[in-house]
Protein backbone atom coordinates (compact mmCIF):
# COMPACT_ATOMS: atom_id res chain seq x y z
CA UNK A 1 0.00 0.00 0.00
CA UNK A 2 1.57 3.46 -0.69
CA UNK A 3 0.43 6.86 1.02
CA UNK A 4 -1.83 8.04 -2.16
CA UNK A 5 -4.01 5.25 -1.11
CA UNK A 6 -4.61 6.60 1.94
CA UNK A 7 -8.27 8.47 2.15
CA UNK A 8 -7.78 11.75 0.40
CA UNK A 9 -7.85 14.69 2.58
CA UNK A 10 -9.46 17.97 1.33
CA UNK A 11 -6.59 20.49 0.31
CA UNK A 12 -7.10 23.89 1.82
CA UNK A 13 -3.81 25.19 0.00
CA UNK A 14 -5.55 28.60 -1.28
CA UNK A 15 -4.68 31.89 1.26
CA UNK A 16 -1.90 29.54 2.78
CA UNK A 17 1.80 30.81 3.06
CA UNK A 18 4.03 28.82 1.08
CA UNK A 19 7.06 26.52 2.78
CA UNK A 20 10.37 28.52 2.86
CA UNK A 21 12.15 27.91 0.36
CA UNK A 22 15.48 26.98 2.01
CA UNK A 23 13.68 24.40 3.93
CA UNK A 24 12.71 22.23 0.95
CA UNK A 25 15.00 19.42 -0.42
CA UNK A 26 13.58 16.28 -2.50
CA UNK A 27 15.33 13.92 -0.37
CA UNK A 28 14.17 15.32 2.83
CA UNK A 29 10.25 15.65 3.98
CA UNK A 30 9.38 18.95 5.05
CA UNK A 31 7.66 17.21 8.04
CA UNK A 32 10.66 16.24 9.94
CA UNK A 33 10.53 20.50 10.55
CA UNK A 34 7.17 20.38 11.86
CA UNK A 35 9.04 17.67 14.22
CA UNK A 36 11.64 20.04 15.15
CA UNK A 37 9.08 22.58 16.07
CA UNK A 38 6.91 20.16 18.37
CA UNK A 39 10.38 19.60 20.13
CA UNK A 40 11.01 22.91 20.92
CA UNK A 41 7.34 23.90 21.39
CA UNK A 42 6.97 21.15 24.28
CA UNK A 43 10.01 21.82 25.61
CA UNK A 44 9.04 25.26 26.06
CA UNK A 45 5.51 25.19 26.95
CA UNK A 46 4.06 21.48 28.08
CA UNK A 47 7.44 20.92 29.98
CA UNK A 48 7.62 24.09 31.76
CA UNK A 49 3.95 23.71 32.54
CA UNK A 50 4.58 20.55 33.91
CA UNK A 51 7.67 20.64 35.93
CA UNK A 52 8.01 23.97 37.21
CA UNK A 53 5.14 24.24 39.54
CA UNK A 54 6.45 21.53 41.90
CA UNK A 55 10.02 23.27 42.46
CA UNK A 56 8.57 26.65 43.14
CA UNK A 57 5.77 24.77 45.92
CA UNK A 58 7.46 24.67 49.05
CA UNK A 59 8.99 28.70 48.48
CA UNK A 60 6.14 29.79 47.10
CA UNK A 61 4.34 28.32 50.65
CA UNK A 62 6.75 29.23 52.79
CA UNK A 63 6.58 33.09 51.67
CA UNK A 64 2.96 33.23 50.68
CA UNK A 65 1.85 31.61 53.82
CA UNK A 66 -0.45 29.13 51.15
CA UNK A 67 -0.85 25.34 52.10
CA UNK A 68 0.07 22.90 49.25
CA UNK A 69 -3.62 22.33 48.98
CA UNK A 70 -3.96 26.27 48.19
CA UNK A 71 -1.60 25.78 45.31
CA UNK A 72 -2.73 22.91 44.16
CA UNK A 73 -5.85 23.85 43.76
CA UNK A 74 -4.10 26.29 41.05
CA UNK A 75 -3.39 23.34 38.71
CA UNK A 76 -7.30 22.28 39.12
CA UNK A 77 -8.51 26.26 37.88
CA UNK A 78 -5.52 25.47 34.72
CA UNK A 79 -6.68 22.39 33.97
CA UNK A 80 -10.32 22.93 34.14
CA UNK A 81 -9.70 26.10 31.45
CA UNK A 82 -7.52 24.00 29.51
CA UNK A 83 -10.73 21.88 29.17
CA UNK A 84 -12.83 24.56 28.15
CA UNK A 85 -10.25 26.02 25.78
CA UNK A 86 -9.73 22.63 23.81
CA UNK A 87 -13.27 22.60 23.27
CA UNK A 88 -12.65 25.19 20.65
CA UNK A 89 -9.16 25.07 19.45
CA UNK A 90 -9.80 21.78 18.07
CA UNK A 91 -11.94 22.82 15.26
CA UNK A 92 -9.86 25.59 14.32
CA UNK A 93 -6.64 23.27 14.07
CA UNK A 94 -8.27 21.28 11.80
CA UNK A 95 -9.60 24.26 9.67
CA UNK A 96 -6.48 26.55 10.03
CA UNK A 97 -3.58 24.72 11.40
CA UNK A 98 -1.63 25.78 14.40
CA UNK A 99 0.85 28.64 13.27
CA UNK A 100 -0.95 31.67 14.57
CA UNK A 101 -2.30 30.08 17.46
CA UNK A 102 0.91 28.90 18.85
CA UNK A 103 2.49 32.46 18.34
CA UNK A 104 -0.67 34.12 20.52
CA UNK A 105 -0.32 31.20 22.93
CA UNK A 106 3.84 31.79 23.25
CA UNK A 107 3.20 35.39 24.28
CA UNK A 108 0.07 34.75 26.20
CA UNK A 109 1.85 32.01 28.61
CA UNK A 110 5.32 34.11 28.66
CA UNK A 111 3.74 36.93 29.97
CA UNK A 112 1.23 34.42 32.26
CA UNK A 113 5.20 33.19 34.26
CA UNK A 114 6.37 36.52 34.33
CA UNK A 115 3.06 37.80 36.34
CA UNK A 116 2.93 34.66 38.93
CA UNK A 117 6.38 36.16 40.15
CA UNK A 118 4.11 39.52 41.11
CA UNK A 119 0.96 37.63 42.52
CA UNK A 120 0.70 38.34 46.46
CA UNK A 121 -2.98 36.97 47.02
CA UNK A 122 -4.57 33.44 46.04
CA UNK A 123 -6.91 34.63 43.70
CA UNK A 124 -4.23 36.27 41.59
CA UNK A 125 -2.31 33.31 41.11
CA UNK A 126 -5.60 31.09 40.41
CA UNK A 127 -6.46 33.84 37.76
CA UNK A 128 -2.87 34.21 36.27
CA UNK A 129 -2.79 30.75 35.94
CA UNK A 130 -5.77 29.65 35.38
CA UNK A 131 -6.48 31.63 32.42
CA UNK A 132 -2.90 33.34 30.61
CA UNK A 133 -0.89 30.79 31.12
CA UNK A 134 -3.24 27.75 30.91
CA UNK A 135 -4.69 29.73 27.23
CA UNK A 136 -0.93 30.30 26.34
CA UNK A 137 0.00 26.08 27.01
CA UNK A 138 -3.11 25.56 25.29
CA UNK A 139 -2.38 27.47 22.25
CA UNK A 140 1.49 26.33 22.36
CA UNK A 141 2.03 23.05 23.46
CA UNK A 142 0.86 19.82 22.84
CA UNK A 143 -2.67 19.75 21.80
CA UNK A 144 -1.62 21.91 18.91
CA UNK A 145 1.84 20.56 17.56
CA UNK A 146 0.64 16.67 18.08
CA UNK A 147 -2.40 17.38 15.98
CA UNK A 148 0.15 18.88 13.17
CA UNK A 149 1.98 15.77 13.57
CA UNK A 150 -0.94 13.00 13.28
CA UNK A 151 -1.43 15.43 9.87
CA UNK A 152 1.74 15.09 8.37
CA UNK A 153 2.36 11.75 9.59
CA UNK A 154 0.92 8.02 9.01
CA UNK A 155 3.00 5.35 8.85
CA UNK A 156 5.72 7.25 10.59
CA UNK A 157 3.59 9.06 13.49
CA UNK A 158 4.89 6.75 16.11
CA UNK A 159 8.29 7.84 16.08
CA UNK A 160 7.56 11.68 14.50
CA UNK A 161 5.45 12.23 17.39
CA UNK A 162 7.83 10.37 19.83
CA UNK A 163 10.60 12.51 18.90
CA UNK A 164 8.36 15.92 19.40
CA UNK A 165 7.21 14.69 22.93
CA UNK A 166 11.11 14.08 23.86
CA UNK A 167 10.96 18.21 24.32
CA UNK A 168 8.73 17.33 27.33
CA UNK A 169 11.74 15.07 28.61
CA UNK A 170 14.41 17.26 28.08
CA UNK A 171 12.53 19.75 30.06
CA UNK A 172 11.82 16.64 32.83
CA UNK A 173 15.69 16.91 32.79
CA UNK A 174 16.56 20.31 33.27
CA UNK A 175 14.01 22.35 34.18
CA UNK A 176 14.36 21.31 37.81
CA UNK A 177 17.18 22.08 38.01
CA UNK A 178 17.90 25.24 36.46
CA UNK A 179 14.38 26.46 38.18
CA UNK A 180 16.02 25.52 41.43
CA UNK A 181 19.45 27.65 40.54
CA UNK A 182 17.08 30.13 39.82
CA UNK A 183 15.73 30.33 42.54
CA UNK A 184 18.26 30.15 44.93
CA UNK A 185 20.39 32.89 42.79
CA UNK A 186 17.61 35.38 42.38
CA UNK A 187 14.42 34.28 44.70
CA UNK A 188 11.06 32.34 43.20
CA UNK A 189 9.40 35.57 41.87
CA UNK A 190 12.67 37.02 39.38
CA UNK A 191 13.32 32.91 38.41
CA UNK A 192 9.23 33.32 37.25
CA UNK A 193 9.92 36.40 35.49
CA UNK A 194 13.38 34.94 33.80
CA UNK A 195 11.29 32.23 32.72
CA UNK A 196 8.66 33.46 31.47
CA UNK A 197 10.91 36.12 29.01
CA UNK A 198 12.47 32.68 27.52
CA UNK A 199 9.34 31.34 26.17
CA UNK A 200 7.99 33.97 23.15
CA UNK A 201 12.07 34.57 22.44
CA UNK A 202 12.22 30.81 21.25
CA UNK A 203 8.69 29.78 20.14
CA UNK A 204 7.31 32.50 18.13
CA UNK A 205 10.26 32.51 15.09
CA UNK A 206 9.86 28.60 14.84
CA UNK A 207 5.52 29.27 14.57
CA UNK A 208 6.03 31.82 12.08
CA UNK A 209 8.26 30.69 10.37
CA UNK A 210 8.09 26.65 9.78
CA UNK A 211 4.52 25.76 10.92
CA UNK A 212 2.05 24.70 8.58
CA UNK A 213 -1.39 22.72 8.73
CA UNK A 214 -0.63 19.52 6.61
CA UNK A 215 1.01 18.47 3.44
CA UNK A 216 -1.58 18.02 0.96
CA UNK A 217 -1.84 22.22 0.94
CA UNK A 218 1.56 22.53 -0.48
CA UNK A 219 1.41 19.10 -3.17
CA UNK A 220 2.93 17.10 -0.66
CA UNK A 221 1.86 13.09 1.06
CA UNK A 222 1.89 12.20 4.30
CA UNK A 223 5.10 10.72 5.23
CA UNK A 224 6.42 12.12 2.02
CA UNK A 225 5.04 9.23 -0.09
CA UNK A 226 6.56 5.98 -0.84
CA UNK A 227 5.70 2.36 0.03
CA UNK A 228 4.66 1.60 3.40
CA UNK A 229 5.89 -1.45 5.71
CA UNK A 230 3.62 -3.92 6.77
CA UNK A 231 3.68 -3.03 10.24
CA UNK A 232 0.87 -3.79 12.53
CA UNK A 233 -0.25 -0.36 13.14
CA UNK A 234 -1.33 -0.05 9.61
CA UNK A 235 -3.51 -2.27 9.84
CA UNK A 236 -6.94 -2.37 7.38
CA UNK A 237 -9.03 -1.02 10.13
CA UNK A 238 -6.78 1.74 10.85
CA UNK A 239 -5.61 3.25 7.44
CA UNK A 240 -9.50 2.44 6.47
CA UNK A 241 -10.33 5.19 8.83
CA UNK A 242 -7.56 7.49 8.21
CA UNK A 243 -9.70 9.97 5.88
CA UNK A 244 -13.32 9.89 7.66
CA UNK A 245 -14.72 13.00 8.46
CA UNK A 246 -16.80 12.73 12.01
CA UNK A 247 -19.16 15.47 13.38
CA UNK A 248 -19.48 15.98 16.94
CA UNK A 249 -22.60 13.75 17.16
CA UNK A 250 -21.54 10.55 15.18
CA UNK A 251 -18.28 11.07 17.96
CA UNK A 252 -20.20 11.08 20.76
CA UNK A 253 -22.27 8.01 19.73
CA UNK A 254 -19.30 6.58 19.67
CA UNK A 255 -18.77 3.30 22.08
CA UNK A 256 -14.80 3.23 21.47
CA UNK A 257 -14.62 6.79 21.96
CA UNK A 258 -15.54 6.92 26.02
CA UNK A 259 -13.60 3.97 26.02
CA UNK A 260 -10.79 5.38 25.57
CA UNK A 261 -11.52 8.68 26.88
CA UNK A 262 -12.16 6.59 30.15
CA UNK A 263 -8.61 4.57 29.97
CA UNK A 264 -6.78 8.18 29.21
CA UNK A 265 -8.82 10.07 32.27
CA UNK A 266 -7.72 6.82 34.32
CA UNK A 267 -3.93 7.40 33.56
CA UNK A 268 -4.17 11.30 33.44
CA UNK A 269 -6.06 11.26 37.33
CA UNK A 270 -2.52 10.21 39.06
CA UNK A 271 0.69 11.61 36.33
CA UNK A 272 -0.87 15.18 37.09
CA UNK A 273 -0.74 14.42 40.88
CA UNK A 274 2.97 12.97 40.78
CA UNK A 275 4.26 15.25 38.22
CA UNK A 276 3.61 17.89 40.79
CA UNK A 277 3.71 16.61 44.20
CA UNK A 278 6.93 14.06 43.62
CA UNK A 279 9.48 16.77 44.72
CA UNK A 280 7.51 17.27 48.04
CA UNK A 281 7.36 14.28 48.23
CA UNK A 282 11.40 13.06 47.93
CA UNK A 283 12.15 16.20 49.89
CA UNK A 284 9.81 14.62 52.67
CA UNK A 285 11.55 10.77 52.13
CA UNK A 286 14.54 13.01 53.39
CA UNK A 287 16.39 14.10 50.35
CA UNK A 288 17.89 17.65 49.88
CA UNK A 289 16.28 20.19 47.43
CA UNK A 290 18.97 19.41 44.66
CA UNK A 291 18.82 15.25 45.71
CA UNK A 292 15.10 15.55 45.23
CA UNK A 293 15.47 17.84 42.12
CA UNK A 294 18.29 14.93 40.89
CA UNK A 295 16.01 11.94 41.70
CA UNK A 296 12.98 13.66 39.74
CA UNK A 297 15.60 14.55 36.49
CA UNK A 298 15.05 10.33 36.05
CA UNK A 299 11.72 11.19 34.91
CA UNK A 300 13.01 13.26 32.06
CA UNK A 301 16.22 10.96 31.50
CA UNK A 302 13.94 7.92 31.32
CA UNK A 303 11.35 9.91 29.25
CA UNK A 304 14.34 11.16 27.12
CA UNK A 305 15.59 7.55 25.97
CA UNK A 306 12.37 5.53 26.42
CA UNK A 307 10.27 7.91 23.76
CA UNK A 308 12.17 6.90 20.87
CA UNK A 309 11.70 3.01 21.52
CA UNK A 310 7.71 3.86 22.25
CA UNK A 311 7.48 5.56 18.76
CA UNK A 312 9.04 2.66 17.08
CA UNK A 313 7.18 -0.09 19.18
CA UNK A 314 3.87 1.89 17.90
CA UNK A 315 4.81 2.11 14.86
CA UNK A 316 5.26 -1.49 14.38
CA UNK A 317 3.35 -3.61 17.00
CA UNK A 318 -1.14 -3.35 18.86
CA UNK A 319 -1.11 0.33 19.84
CA UNK A 320 -3.76 -1.14 22.61
CA UNK A 321 -0.82 -3.58 23.60
CA UNK A 322 1.99 -1.02 23.69
CA UNK A 323 -0.90 1.35 25.98
CA UNK A 324 -1.21 -1.37 28.18
CA UNK A 325 2.35 -1.52 28.87
CA UNK A 326 2.75 1.88 29.45
CA UNK A 327 0.22 1.88 32.35
CA UNK A 328 1.93 -1.29 33.84
CA UNK A 329 5.21 0.03 33.68
CA UNK A 330 4.16 3.05 35.52
CA UNK A 331 2.05 1.48 38.21
CA UNK A 332 5.64 -0.97 38.81
CA UNK A 333 7.65 2.17 39.13
CA UNK A 334 5.02 3.91 41.84
CA UNK A 335 4.82 0.78 43.97
CA UNK A 336 8.65 0.52 43.61
CA UNK A 337 8.94 4.11 44.68
CA UNK A 338 6.76 3.23 47.91
CA UNK A 339 8.47 0.13 48.84
CA UNK A 340 12.09 1.25 48.60
CA UNK A 341 14.52 3.77 50.56
CA UNK A 342 17.97 4.91 49.73
CA UNK A 343 19.22 7.84 47.30
CA UNK A 344 20.13 5.20 44.80
CA UNK A 345 17.16 2.79 44.87
CA UNK A 346 14.75 5.92 44.74
CA UNK A 347 16.55 7.24 41.62
CA UNK A 348 15.96 3.86 39.98
CA UNK A 349 12.09 3.57 41.15
CA UNK A 350 11.56 6.98 39.70
CA UNK A 351 13.55 6.49 36.80
CA UNK A 352 10.97 3.31 36.18
CA UNK A 353 8.21 5.47 36.49
CA UNK A 354 9.78 7.99 33.95
CA UNK A 355 9.86 4.80 30.95
CA UNK A 356 6.15 4.61 31.65
CA UNK A 357 5.18 8.36 32.08
CA UNK A 358 7.53 8.83 28.64
CA UNK A 359 5.49 6.97 26.75
CA UNK A 360 2.45 9.13 27.53
CA UNK A 361 2.32 11.35 25.09
CA UNK A 362 2.92 9.73 22.51
CA UNK A 363 0.54 6.61 23.13
CA UNK A 364 -2.36 8.81 23.24
CA UNK A 365 -1.81 10.89 20.58
CA UNK A 366 -1.41 7.59 18.32
CA UNK A 367 -4.37 5.89 19.52
CA UNK A 368 -6.16 8.63 18.98
CA UNK A 369 -5.00 9.13 15.28
CA UNK A 370 -5.22 5.61 14.77
CA UNK A 371 -9.10 5.19 16.30
CA UNK A 372 -10.10 7.99 14.76
CA UNK A 373 -8.06 9.31 11.78
CA UNK A 374 -6.68 12.37 11.02
CA UNK A 375 -9.42 14.54 8.61
CA UNK A 376 -10.86 15.78 12.12
CA UNK A 377 -8.07 14.97 14.56
CA UNK A 378 -8.38 18.63 16.08
CA UNK A 379 -11.89 18.31 16.53
CA UNK A 380 -11.82 14.56 18.39
CA UNK A 381 -9.07 15.83 20.72
CA UNK A 382 -10.40 18.87 21.96
CA UNK A 383 -13.94 17.31 22.39
CA UNK A 384 -12.19 14.48 24.62
CA UNK A 385 -9.93 16.77 25.93
CA UNK A 386 -12.28 18.39 28.69
CA UNK A 387 -13.11 14.73 30.08
CA UNK A 388 -9.32 14.05 30.37
CA UNK A 389 -8.55 17.55 32.21
CA UNK A 390 -11.07 17.23 34.47
CA UNK A 391 -9.84 13.57 35.51
CA UNK A 392 -6.74 15.50 35.95
CA UNK A 393 -7.41 18.30 37.53
CA UNK A 394 -8.77 16.43 40.58
CA UNK A 395 -5.34 14.28 40.69
CA UNK A 396 -3.21 17.27 42.47
CA UNK A 397 -5.58 18.20 44.69
CA UNK A 398 -6.30 14.25 46.15
CA UNK A 399 -3.01 13.83 46.52
CA UNK A 400 -2.44 17.43 48.71
CA UNK A 401 -5.64 17.03 50.86
CA UNK A 402 -4.35 13.30 51.45
CA UNK A 403 -1.05 15.04 52.95
CA UNK A 404 -2.91 17.96 54.80
CA UNK A 405 -5.09 15.41 56.64
CA UNK A 406 -2.72 12.13 57.07
CA UNK A 407 0.68 13.83 56.53
CA UNK A 408 1.53 11.32 53.81
CA UNK A 409 1.10 11.25 50.47
CA UNK A 410 0.49 7.30 50.69
CA UNK A 411 -3.24 6.80 50.44
CA UNK A 412 -3.30 9.01 47.12
CA UNK A 413 -0.44 7.04 45.91
CA UNK A 414 -2.07 3.64 46.21
CA UNK A 415 -5.17 5.24 44.84
CA UNK A 416 -3.25 6.13 41.88
CA UNK A 417 -1.35 2.83 41.22
CA UNK A 418 -5.02 1.44 41.09
CA UNK A 419 -6.07 3.62 37.91
CA UNK A 420 -2.64 2.75 36.19
CA UNK A 421 -3.87 -0.65 36.44
CA UNK A 422 -7.22 -0.27 35.42
CA UNK A 423 -6.64 1.43 33.00
CA UNK A 424 -4.17 -1.33 31.15
CA UNK A 425 -7.25 -3.49 31.31
CA UNK A 426 -10.07 -0.93 29.90
CA UNK A 427 -7.38 -0.10 26.70
CA UNK A 428 -6.97 -4.18 26.21
CA UNK A 429 -10.84 -4.19 25.18
CA UNK A 430 -11.73 -1.30 23.23
CA UNK A 431 -12.76 -1.84 19.72
CA UNK A 432 -12.19 0.15 16.53
CA UNK A 433 -14.85 2.67 16.20
CA UNK A 434 -17.44 2.07 13.52
CA UNK A 435 -17.02 4.58 10.38
CA UNK A 436 -20.20 6.65 10.53
CA UNK A 437 -22.40 5.79 7.35
CA UNK A 438 -23.90 9.27 6.86
CA UNK A 439 -23.37 10.56 3.22
CA UNK A 440 -20.77 13.39 2.73
CA UNK A 441 -19.52 12.04 6.26
CA UNK A 442 -15.85 11.00 4.21
CA UNK A 443 -13.37 13.81 3.24
CA UNK A 444 -13.84 14.21 -0.57
Not at 155 to 176: C, N, T
Not at 262 to 268: R, Y
Not at 404 to 410: C, M, P, Q
Request: hydrophobic share 55%.
Amino acid sequence: MTASTDPPIASAAVGTLPLPTRLLHHTFYYGWYIVLVSFVASMMSTGLQAYTLGVFLKPMTADLGWSRTDLSFGQTVSTAASAVLAFWVGPLLDRHGGRTLMVIGAIAMGAGFAAIGQVHELWQYYLVKGVLVTAGSTCAGALVVNVALSNWFIRRRGIAIAIGAMGVSVAALVVPLISTQLIEAYGWRTAWALIGVTIPIVIVPLAILIMRRRPEDYGLEPDGGGSARPVARARAASMALQGIRWTRRQALRSRSLWMLTATFSLASVGLSALLLHLIPWLSDRGLSGGQAASAFGMVGLAGLISKPLWGIALDRFNTSHCAAAEFLLMATGLATMMLVDGLVLLHLAVFILGIGIGGVTTVQEVVWAEYFGRATIGMIRGLVRPFTVIASAGGPVFAAVAYDVRGSYEVAFIAFLVTYVLAAGLILVTPYPTPPTEAGTTAA
